[in-house]
């Protein structure tokens, strides 16, 4: 769903291309689960939820800094 043309979730089975995800969230994504492909971002009011092709779910605040892990 997009407001005022801005972006709050991009969902894509292949991989979501780089330019939505934060440098941050790549690099810790490419570091941690490198042979993951990210499908799903949800940028929310507090950061991002990020989900993984294996369907694991990551949480990072608006910096880009890993919060956590949801099942």
């Known amino acids: 769903m997009a407001v005022n043309n801005q972006w709050d979730q ?3 089975m292949r991989g979501v291309p780089a330019f939505f995800i934060p440098k941050a969230i790549s690099n810790y994504v490419r570091s941690n689960y490198r042979n ?3 499908t799903k971002v949800n940028k929310e009011y507090h950061g991002y939820e ?3 092709a294996n ?3 990551l949480n990072f605040d608006n ?3 890993f919060l956590g892990m949801d099942d």
Do not use: C, N, Q, T
């Open 10 to 12: 991009v969902e894509s």
């Open 36 to 38: 993951l492909a990210i």
């Open 63 to 65: 910096s880009g800094r």
């Open 55 to 57: 369907g694991m779910d």
């Open 50 to 52: 990020i989900e993984l």
